[in-house]
């Protein structure tokens, strides 16, 4: 007898709509979980539009299509003029929230304590945090990605394992077109793979590692077959149905 050949490990391929969107993109969402129920089962993709379409968006959701935020704040509610809770988010259909965006850290002055209270506040909430690191050109040319990234998961990551995804996204391939090689890939996700099993044992070893950063339907499937890549944080590609659903058909 034979062993039957390994099931593919599960892949996220998650999109970030960043600031793009208003009512007449749901159509694009409605197109996407049509499509997504054709995708292979190890396949989940998840849509985070401006918090405005989260909760028509997860009207249209379906199946294998789940609809995330792009941030939220730690506290529970109060007086936060324009902020919206983890509680209001999971309450308009959301399942999952990007954490620590490198956009957030560096326009919005997000350290890694305030990306981890809310990744906890996330995880509180019922939902998946998406937590993401990366280091900026300077640092890689300095030599320093590894103790950046190392840097930011301690100070970033929340107590628990559960409902937990990283996204290693070098601020450098964010937007640019440039992306490193598959095999830096997966040299720096297996040295975060190390880190969350140093941190929760075996726990660690499920949490899924994204890679992010310029990832389009031409170089998705070197990408996300790269060894210790478990999918993919999307942003551009993400906004029309066909690059993103290209991108989920090579994972
Ligand atoms: P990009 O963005 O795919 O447009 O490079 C990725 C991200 O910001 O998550």
């Known amino acids: 007898m034979t062993d039957s050949p390994a099931a593919p490990r599960p ?3 998650a999109g970030n709509w960043k600031m793009h969107g208003t ?13 997504a129920a054709s995708l292979p089962p190890h396949v989940t993709v998840a849509v985070c539009p ?4 989260i909760h028509r968006a997860a009207q249209v959701a379906r199946g294998r299509l789940v609809i995330g935020a792009q941030d939220v704040h730690a506290e529970p509610c109060g007086a936060f003029t324009g902020c919206v809770s983890a509680e209001m988010l999971q309450d308009a259909g ?14 919005c002055h997000e350290t890694d304590a305030d990306v981890r209270a809310k990744a906890i506040a996330v995880q509180a909430a019922g939902m998946t945090a998406i937590v993401c690191i990366g280091e900026t050109a300077a640092e890689r040319d300095a030599g320093t990605a590894l103790t950046v990234l190392n840097s930011q998961l301690d100070g970033s990551l929340p107590g628990s394992a559960e409902r937990l995804v990283v996204a290693y996204e070098p601020v450098w ?3 640019s077109g440039l992306t490193p090689t598959p095999e830096q890939i997966t040299g720096l996700h297996a040295a975060i793979r190390t880190n969350l099993t140093a941190r929760y044992g075996d726990a660690g070893e499920r949490v899924a590692i994204l890679y992010g950063g310029s990832v389009k339907p031409d ?7 790269a ?18 659903l290209a991108i989920a058909r090579a994972a």
């Open 11 to 13: 892949h996220l391929i």
């Open 23 to 35: 009512a007449t993109a749901l159509a694009e969402i409605e197109a996407m979980a049509a499509a």
């Open 50 to 53: 401006p918090a405005t379409l």
């Open 94 to 107: 959301a399942t999952l929230v990007i954490v620590g965006h490198s956009e957030r850290r560096t326009d």
């Open 173 to 175: 391939a964010v937007g």
């Open 219 to 225: 170089n998705a499937a070197a990408l996300l077959g």
């Open 227 to 244: 060894d210790n890549v478990s999918g993919a944080l999307v942003g551009g590609a993400s906004l029309t149905a066909a690059d993103f």
